[in-house]
């Protein structure tokens, strides 16, 4: 049997080392270099500043891709993130990461009842990548409801994340999201436009023995978001 080949696209830029923008892509052969063009170009105008260095890897994915289900969608306001910890009994210290902490390239992987961080890189946190929706777009500039839908659903797509925080640490960009239980509740005004705040959390509700694995999951294994 013919199957086409498929490659992971990541792009990672920073300025003395603090992280500035990246992106993951999963495209067929004749997109990569209109990818790699793209991201490129959106790393070298961001708004969080001209990159000192700038990465682009491409590289080709073997075998079967894993099919997961984009989540559903809500509408919501910021003000459902306090609610939604009280209901759940979410550890408050990991809402408190959500609003202070800035410039990971990656997210914290947050203990939900104790508060404890559980990746060991705090400077990086876990970097999702190798995902991206089957139906892919190319398009000239960040989509960043696009792109966070088929972050959010790979993360939810691992047992042991019982939910995803999210503010985007672009500083116009003041929608965030709360992912939990199939659902991607849009919460509208998570910061103040220009704050200098964003970051993502994933809340983990698992064996510990299994973090290694679970991080190793949201890094490596490539899946493909099936519907939006
Ligand atoms: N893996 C893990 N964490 C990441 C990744 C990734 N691939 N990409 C970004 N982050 C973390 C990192 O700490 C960033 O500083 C932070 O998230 C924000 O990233 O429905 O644009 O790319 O309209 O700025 C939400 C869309 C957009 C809401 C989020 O995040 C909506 C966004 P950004
Ligand atoms: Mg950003």
């Known amino acids: 049997m013919w199957s ?29 270099a209109d990818v790699v063009a793209k991201l490129t170009q959106r790393a ?19 075998g079967e891709i894993r099919r997961v289900p984009a989540l559903r969608v809500v509408e919501d306001t910021a003000d459902f993130l ?38 060991s890189d705090t400077a990086r946190g876990v970097r999702v990548t190798n995902m991206d929706h089957a139906q892919t777009q190319v398009l000239p500039t960040k989509q960043h409801f696009a792109e966070a839908m088929a972050l959010a ?14 503010i985007s640490d672009d500083p116009d960009y003041t929608t965030g999201y709360v992912a939990h239980a199939g659902t991607y509740y849009r919460l509208a005004g998570c910061k103040e436009t220009g704050e200098r705040i964003g ?18 999951y949201l890094e490596n294994t490539p899946v493909l978001v099936e519907g939006l």
């Open 44 to 62: 070298l105008t961001h708004p969080n500043g001209a990159p000192d260095q700038l990465t682009v890897t491409v590289a080709e994915l073997a």
């Open 4 to 32: 086409m080949s498929l490659y992971s696209v990541k792009m990672r830029a920073s300025r003395d080392g603090a992280h500035t923008s990246g992106a993951e892509r999963i495209v067929k052969a004749a997109e990569v």
């Open 82 to 119: 306090p609610r939604f910890f009280a209901e759940h009994g979410f550890h408050p210290r990991a809402l408190e990461l959500l609003r202070t902490v800035t410039g990971l390239r990656g997210a914290m992987l947050i203990d939900a009842d104790t508060g404890h961080r559980l990746d």
């Open 153 to 166: 659903a790979k993360v939810a797509s691992h047992p042991n994340i019982v939910a995803e925080l999210c």
């Open 199 to 216: 970051t993502r959390v994933f809340l983990y509700d698992g064996p510990l023995e299994e973090v290694a694995q679970t991080i190793d």
